[in-house]
């Protein structure tokens, strides 16, 4: 599966922002899905999963309550709402994708999209 992630941008805090993950080549609905993310000069980390149903999510506790992930699979694609954003979650975001026998949530994965920059002004 090929994965195309989308809708970063520069805004301020407190405001909104949608990323979606456009999956291509395999059925998407397959697959487990995932988002991370990089700050500058800091390790990639997990963010939230969902599985491939869409019937499961997982958060960080950081992210609980302003983030929201989704699917749709009959569009091949993931979606991460971001509210009430901060500064602290300027950072790369990368979506993923594990092709799983069940309806459950994944923390690792072998495919990657190519990330996105969200960028969050105090």
């Known amino acids: 599966v090929q994965l195309q992630a989308s809708g970063g941008g520069l805004v301020q805090a407190g405001g909104s922002l949608r990323l979606s993950c456009a999956a291509s080549?395999?059925?998407?609905?397959?697959?487990?899905a995932g988002w991370f993310r990089q700050a500058p000069g800091k390790e990639r980390e997990f963010v939230a999963a969902i599985s491939r149903s869409g019937g499961s999510t997982y958060y960080i506790d950081s992210v609980k309550g302003r983030f929201t992930i989704t699917r749709d699979n009959a569009k091949n694609t993931a979606y991460l709402q971001m509210n009430s954003l901060k500064p602290e979650d300027t950072a790369v975001y990368f979506c993923a994708a594990e092709l799983v026998t069940g309806d459950y949530v994944m923390r690792e994965y072998d495919y990657w999209g190519q990330g996105t920059l969200v960028t969050v002004s105090s």
């Open positions: 080549g395999r059925t998407f609905s397959s697959y487990a």
